[in-house]
């Protein structure tokens, strides 16, 4: 029996558009409007005259959920959190069982144990996956470390512990109980703002974390070239989480959590150009837009402009 690998090829591409409108994983929830500003029909247009097959599933109706007023604290939340990481679960799953590639949309970062999680049990790749996970954040709360975060250090701050098995049960365990993905083959690339726990985390699981420092030394091409390496070594699929916050706050204005300084779109968009072309690329996500934010469509523009690059046509596709 041919695998889902062995099926897709850098000519047959095919993706699926899921928005994840869920801003409960943070304390603002402004984010959960980011799926909704994107523009459907000129993202579509844009992955068909890539020759690319898409359908727009859009936003899964997440911020519907609970009323923001009646609920203020990340213990409120935690529920709807987990209610809409489980159904965005079965979209990447199901994305990936009928050969699409899922382009998640979000909303906040949180969305990452879902998309994963769903990629990888749809692949039947269970610590077997390389992710490249570029944000100005690490992401790598536990629950007990989570206090020290900002802003209380909601359950967007905590993805990236999920998804290597660490945390509370109700989020390491979407989509299955045991770790979706191996340490070694992660990346993290452009991180400037994070607590000494999540630092701890990282170094003692041997997460790879290019900081923003060393990016700007070495350059964007040559360190996203070892993490693309790192996440297809040996491995069934890979995948780019994004964090629209990573990029240099003139770039992107309209993000959940603004920092000073960012990579800058004119370098990452040329390395990774072409990504979904690779024969294990598996998903995309982009996360934290939030267009309350947005400073004239800035933001919106380049989740539109990464999307576009990601699906662009090689020269031997043409």
Not at 12 to 28: P, Q, R, V
Not at 258 to 287: N, Y
Request: glycine fraction near 10%; include cysteine.
């Amino acid at each position: 029996m041919n695998t889902i690998s062995e099926k897709l090829s850098p000519r047959a591409c095919k993706a699926e558009i899921i928005g994840y409108d869920s801003g409960w994983g943070c304390g603002n929830y402004l984010c959960e409007d980011g799926p909704a500003s994107v523009r459907a029909d000129h993202v579509l247009h844009q992955l068909s005259i890539r020759d690319v097959v898409a359908k727009w599933r859009g936003p899964l109706g997440l911020k519907f959920l609970g009323r923001h007023d009646a609920l203020t604290t990340k213990e409120d939340t935690l529920p709807l959190v987990v209610e809409g990481l489980r159904r965005l679960f079965n979209c990447t799953n199901n994305a990936i069982e009928n050969e699409y590639i899922p382009v998640v949309i979000g909303g906040d970062h949180a969305s990452a144990i879902g998309t994963w999680s769903g990629v990888v049990a749809g692949l039947r790749a269970a610590q077997n996956f390389g992710l490249i996970w570029l944000d100005a954040h690490l992401d790598a709360h536990t629950y007990e470390t989570s206090k020290y975060g900002k802003w209380g250090g909601w359950w967007h701050g905590q993805p990236v512990s999920a998804l290597v098995g660490e945390g509370l049960p109700q989020l390491t365990g979407i989509g299955g109980a045991r770790p979706t993905l191996s340490p070694e083959h992660i990346s993290m690339i452009g991180i400037h703002s994070f607590e000494p726990q999540e630092k701890e985390f990282v170094q003692k699981h041997n997460i790879r974390v290019y900081y923003l420092d060393e990016v700007r030394e070495r350059g964007f091409k040559e360190v996203y070239a070892e993490a693309l390496q790192r996440a297809t070594t040996g491995t069934a699929g890979f995948g780019m989480s994004i964090d629209i916050d990573c990029f240099d706050p003139e770039a992107a204005p309209g993000v959940g959590t603004p920092e000073k300084a960012g990579l800058i779109p004119a370098e990452v968009l040329p390395s990774i150009k072409a990504a979904a072309r690779h024969p294990l690329f598996r998903a995309l996500e982009i996360t934290e837009f939030n267009p309350h934010n947005d400073k004239n469509h800035k933001t919106r523009t380049l989740v539109e402009d990464i999307i576009g690059s990601v699906f662009a046509k090689t020269a031997s596709d043409d």
